[in-house]
């Protein structure tokens, strides 16, 4: 159930596109909170603000925020213009946006019959944390490609909420950010993965599009219950607009539960079992007793999909030279390098289907 508060802003902390944490007084003393401006308004120091404080009450890390409601006080400027896709439905903060794919856009005959993405490579993984590390993987063996993420939403709806994403965008690692089902604030909206695909390669005009979930995925140590099962969905979606699709292993060597070390069951049952379009697999060349068990896993996968080895020399120093903070499941680079590493080759092998 949610739980609720009151409370009063203290301080503006930082901001970034779409953004802006704060610190906000409540009866139990300070919480850090995070507000989205076009749903509820800009809150300004000494205002009050309705708090979700669920997050906080279950010591979420990804989603470690009280989320600002409203501020009764200052409520945003009602939108203006076309825009008939609702996201968040039904929900007290269902949005109205402008989708690329609906009748009103600019871009809706260009999509209209579009039922194809070139070939473009279409880099698919389960973790939004697998994003900046693809991309450094690709940007070392090829700078200047046109890249679009497609944010799927297994995780945060709101795109605003990703710092990462953000950052990418504004240094032209991202070409831009296409939400699609339920999420919502990216550069492009479309209603399905297929739209989003679409849009990427149509609209923002991307050589390579990557799709992950926002930040904050679930999962329920059960075979099936986990939202990265979309990822297999994904890779279908891809084959069938005639995308190449590329699936990027989540591997770890620092999550020491059994079900996610080496390759994780997420990705040898999205791609094992959900996925039924073949894909590449690049299968990173780790060394030791670690690299021959995410190579014997990996195997599992080869029924349908084309494994293929990709060397990780120089990688490492590539991922140090991240543009934004490496981190997954609370673990840094250096506290689980195979993760980074494994997502890094998928750039990689990326890089080489673009020559």
């Known amino acids: 159930?949610?739980?609720?508060?009151?409370?009063?802003?203290?301080?503006?902390?930082?901001?970034?596109?779409?953004?802006?944490e704060l610190d906000v007084a409540v009866p139990e003393g300070?919480?850090?909170?995070?507000?989205?401006?076009?749903?509820?308004?800009?809150?300004?120091?000494?205002?009050?603000?309705?708090?979700?404080?669920?997050?906080?009450?279950?010591?979420?890390?990804?989603?470690?925020?009280?989320?600002?409601?409203?501020?009764?006080?200052?409520?945003?400027?009602?939108?203006?213009?076309?825009?008939?896709?609702?996201?968040?439905?039904?929900?007290p903060l269902q949005a109205t946006v402008l989708g690329a794919d609906e009748q009103d856009s600019p871009h809706h005959e260009r999509l209209r019959e579009a039922d194809s993405v070139d070939g473009m490579p279409v880099v698919v993984a389960d973790l939004h944390s697998a994003l900046p590390?693809?991309?450094?993987?690709?940007?070392?063996?090829?700078?200047?490609?046109?890249?679009?993420?497609?944010?799927?939403?297994?995780?945060?709806?709101?795109?605003?909420?990703?710092?990462?994403?953000?950052?990418l965008r504004e240094i032209g690692w991202l070409a831009g950010v296409v939400t699609v089902g339920q999420s919502f604030g990216g550069d492009v909206e479309a209603v399905t993965v297929h739209t989003g695909l679409l849009a990427a390669r149509h609209v923002l005009e991307a050589d390579v599009a990557v799709v992950a979930q926002g930040p904050g995925n679930l999962g329920t140590g059960t075979r099936w219950g986990f939202s990265g099962v979309s990822a297999g969905e994904a890779v279908n979606a891809a084959g069938v607009l005639l995308g190449r699709p590329v699936a990027a292993l989540r591997v770890s060597e620092g999550d020491k539960r059994e079900r996610h070390y080496g390759v994780s069951h997420h990705s040898l049952t999205a791609y094992g079992r959900v996925a039924l379009s073949p894909a590449d697999v690049p299968v990173p060349v780790l060394p030791g007793e670690f690299g021959e068990r995410v190579r014997d896993q990996a195997e599992l996968l080869a029924v349908r999909h084309r494994l293929v080895p990709v060397p990780v020399d120089g990688l490492h120093e590539a991922l140090r030279e991240s543009p934004v903070r490496l981190s997954t499941m609370g673990r840094g680079l250096e506290e689980d390098l195979a993760y980074f590493l494994a997502s890094a080759a998928a750039g990689r092998l990326t890089a080489s289907l673009l020559s």
């Open 1 to 20: 159930m949610i739980r609720w508060r009151k409370g009063e802003v203290v301080r503006i902390r930082r901001e970034w596109p779409g953004a802006v």
């Open 30 to 91: 300070e919480c850090r909170a995070l507000a989205y401006p076009p749903l509820v308004g800009r809150p300004e120091p000494g205002d009050e603000v309705l708090l979700n404080t669920t997050a906080l009450a279950m010591g979420l890390g990804t989603g470690g925020y009280a989320m600002v409601v409203a501020v009764p006080n200052r409520l945003p400027q009602d939108p203006e213009g076309p825009g008939h896709l609702v996201k968040a439905r039904y929900t």
């Open 133 to 167: 590390p693809i991309l450094c993987g690709l940007y070392a063996d090829r700078p200047g490609t046109r890249v679009a993420y497609v944010m799927q939403d297994g995780g945060a709806l709101p795109a605003w909420f990703s710092m990462a994403a953000a950052r």
